[in-house]
């Protein structure tokens, strides 16, 4: 029902044809127009995605056309010790997003993959390695280096010498890594790029690493992180775990009486937008009384369905860095709201589509969880 996309007959045709005629491929990509190749590559399993990239004339205007959740799920994909010639041509906003997506544990940043993206960013070259440095919240560079390394500042007082193991860029900061094993190579051509080209980041990234709590530092990461991932739709933890809230037994089966539907706008999606089965011969009721309705409330609707499909992924802690999430929040926001809608239609004699357009998708997910046996309170951890 949400699976995971297959090769499409356009994208299966092109990259047969790579194989017995490369320029033949690459002639056939070209004739798409930029909108038409970045359909076909967000359409295409994410295993896929860098082979019909590799066929594109003009990567440098096709990467930064990708939603930028997408550009995350492809690099992770290739694998991100490979992915330096995907972030060469990635925007600003995509770092940020593949960075606030894929660089947390629940609330707290995840050290070892951020230190994989940036490995990324440095195989690119400089330029991308400082583009991603001034994508970053700066507070978050800071948890990072602080895991990696100590720094000293020279005091102004004669007879000092820095510890021996200590390097410096500058002669005024010096640092020396936290860890016996650690060679340090990519923190010092960070360091090395930022004092060639932004003395002030490199300059309060140090001081940051000195003087700075790791408490204040990572709450304060973490309100610009969630600040963007609203802007993205996905809520707060809180306002999402709303959905699982308990209903009376006796209240369940209400229906407000002309309720207009409440809908929730269009916002810039980070992915593609899925393909959802909305065919009256779904398997889910949902999607078959979507499909009933005219297309002026159809499309309200979808962004209302994947912004509940959000707030699951966010309340049950899926990983947004992964391609499967969305998939899995699709299904599950299906499966229960279809629950709801079914039960409302019976209890109320009422058409699936009508019931629709009385009741938010929020509504029917918390009437659907509720009707099952772990509904009587329970949430997810």
């Known amino acids: 029902m949400a699976a995971l996309p297959t090769?499409?007959?356009?994208?299966?045709?092109?990259?047969?044809?790579?194989?017995?005629?490369?320029?033949?491929?690459?002639?056939?990509?070209?004739?798409?127009s930029i909108e038409a190749q970045t359909a076909l590559v967000c359409e295409a399993p994410v295993s896929r995605r860098s082979e019909l990239i590799d066929l594109a004339p003009e990567p440098e205007r096709l990467i930064p056309a990708l939603p930028p959740a997408e550009l995350c799920?492809?690099?992770?994909?290739?694998?991100?010790?490979?992915?330096?010639?995907?972030?060469?041509?990635?925007?600003?906003?995509?770092?940020?997003?593949?960075?606030?997506?894929?660089?947390?544990?629940?609330?707290?940043?995840?050290?070892?993959?951020?230190?994989?993206?940036?490995?990324?960013?440095?195989?690119?070259?400089?330029?991308?390695?400082?583009?991603?440095?001034?994508?970053?919240?700066?507070?978050?560079?800071?948890?990072?280096?602080?895991?990696?390394?100590?720094?000293?500042?020279?005091?102004?007082?004669?007879?000092?010498?820095?510890?021996?193991?200590?390097?410096?860029?500058?002669?005024?900061?010096?640092?020396?890594?936290?860890?016996?094993?650690?060679?340090?190579?990519?923190?010092?051509?960070?360091?090395?790029?930022?004092?060639?080209?932004?003395?002030?980041?490199?300059?309060?990234?140090?001081?940051?690493?000195?003087?700075?709590?790791?408490?204040?530092?990572e709450e304060s990461a973490l309100r610009w992180r969630t600040g963007r991932l609203q802007d993205l739709g996905f809520p707060t933890w809180e306002e999402s775990m709303r959905i699982y809230g308990f209903i009376r037994p006796e209240a369940r089966s209400e229906l407000p009486e002309g309720e207009p539907y409440r809908e929730v706008g269009e916002w810039p999606l980070p992915i593609w937008m899925p393909n959802l089965p909305v065919q009256t011969n779904a398997e889910q009721s949902i999607f078959r009384a979507m499909a009933e309705l005219p297309e002026e409330e159809r499309r309200p609707r979808l962004y209302a369905f994947l912004a509940l499909a959000n707030r699951i992924a966010v309340a049950e802690r899926m990983p947004l860095g992964d391609s499967e999430t969305i998939p899995l929040a699709i299904?599950?926001?299906?499966?229960?709201?279809?629950?709801?809608?079914?039960?409302?239609?019976?209890?109320?004699?009422?058409?699936?589509?009508e019931v629709l357009r009385r009741v938010?998708?929020?509504?029917?997910?918390?009437?659907?969880?509720?009707?099952?046996?772990?509904?009587?309170?329970?949430?997810?951890?």
């Open 7 to 32: 090769l499409s007959p356009q994208a299966r045709r092109i990259l047969q044809l790579s194989r017995d005629d490369r320029a033949a491929a690459r002639d056939a990509m070209a004739a798409l």
């Open 360 to 381: 938010t998708f929020e509504r029917l997910f918390r009437v659907g969880h509720n009707l099952t046996e772990s509904g009587s309170g329970k949430h997810p951890v």
């Open 73 to 217: 799920f492809t690099a992770k994909a290739v694998g991100l010790h490979d992915a330096g010639w995907l972030m060469e041509h990635a925007t600003t906003e995509q770092i940020a997003v593949c960075l606030d997506l894929d660089t947390w544990q629940d609330f707290v940043p995840d050290r070892s993959k951020l230190d994989e993206w940036l490995e990324a960013f440095a195989d690119s070259g400089d330029e991308t390695l400082l583009r991603s440095t001034r994508a970053m919240d700066l507070e978050l560079l800071v948890l990072q280096m602080k895991s990696r390394i100590s720094v000293l500042l020279k005091p102004n007082e004669d007879g000092w010498a820095p510890p021996a193991h200590a390097r410096t860029i500058d002669g005024q900061f010096y640092f020396f890594a936290l860890h016996e094993k650690d060679d340090l190579a990519e923190v010092e051509s960070l360091l090395r790029t930022l004092f060639q080209n932004d003395y002030w980041v490199y300059f309060r990234l140090l001081q940051g690493v000195i003087w700075e709590l790791v408490s204040e530092t």
């Open 331 to 353: 299904e599950r926001a299906a499966e229960v709201t279809s629950r709801g809608l079914d039960y409302l239609s019976r209890e109320n004699a009422t058409d699936p589509p």
